[in-house]
């Protein structure tokens, strides 16, 4: 089982909607959790983190974690067509290596 | 401005040849790494690297090699042994201390195997 599993999507949305995108993961050990967002062609820029449970609010974009099911999930309100992307969850689990773990990523469409 | 830059943006390689991806930073950031993203297949750790002169290799390090002779710069050689080498490399650093590691990434280099 991978560390991280994350929907490919696509996902293609309309203007206006709320977005959900999720991922699982593995190995309950003391971790932190990151959503960075991928323009077409661009290297990933850090959108949110949260440390191992709860809720994070960044002005419409709500980073979640359920450390029961081990969830992770990105909601992303009022969406708009900048928001068009791929978005990668990772995770880090300390120590020594400064090693990040990443989901395989899920492109996202939001359509005018 | 501070940040990492890497070059070229496109690179076209004939098989059999090795190629070096530059890898450049002035953050001051101790820590750094090279990713090989493959359509569907998320960011795979190629090698990284937490001090001067020393690295490690990631999940997917065979075929490549790296430097480390100074802070700011970590160069990626694909080698003729890398089976399948046509990929978008991405190169990123991250600073000791911060709790959650994050990592800043450059633009990115597409290799292309002709």
């Known amino acids: 089982q991978k560390e991280v599993e994350q929907d490919p999507g696509p996902l293609s949305v309309p203007e206006g909607a709320i977005v959900s995108l999720n991922c699982t993961y593995s190995?309950?050990?003391?971790?932190?959790f990151m959503w960075y967002r991928q323009y077409s062609r661009k290297g990933p820029e850090l959108l949110m983190y949260?440390?191992?449970?709860g809720n994070k609010e960044d002005g419409r974009f709500t980073a979640q974690v359920d450390k029961s099911s081990k969830y992770i999930s990105l909601f992303i309100r009022d969406s708009q067509p900048s928001d068009s992307a791929t978005y990668l969850c990772?995770?880090?689990?300390?120590?020594?290596?400064?090693?990040?773990?990443f989901g395989k990523g899920t492109l996202l469409t939001v359509n005018p | 401005d501070g940040g990492i830059t890497q070059s070229p943006k496109y690179l076209f390689r004939k098989e059999g040849q090795n190629v070096t991806l530059s890898c450049e930073q002035n953050?001051?950031?101790?820590?750094m790494y090279w990713y090989r993203q493959d359509p569907g297949q998320g960011l795979r750790l190629i090698y990284y690297?937490?001090?001067?002169?020393?690295?490690q290799k990631g999940d997917i390090a065979e075929g490549y090699s790296v430097s480390r002779e100074k802070k700011e710069s970590f160069p990626l050689t694909v080698t003729s042994a890398q089976k399948n080498p046509t990929a978008f490399y991405l190169c990123?650093?991250?600073?000791?201390?911060?709790?959650?590691?994050?990592?800043?990434f450059g633009p990115g280099t597409r290799l292309t195997v002709l």
């Open positions: 990123a650093s991250s600073i000791e201390g911060t709790a959650y590691n994050e990592q800043f």
């Open positions: 190995n309950s050990a003391f971790q932190y």
């Open positions: 949260t440390y191992s449970s």
């Open positions: 990772a995770k880090y689990s300390g120590g020594s290596n400064y090693k990040l773990t």
């Open positions: 953050l001051n950031h101790d820590a």
């Open positions: 690297s937490q001090i001067v002169n020393d690295f």
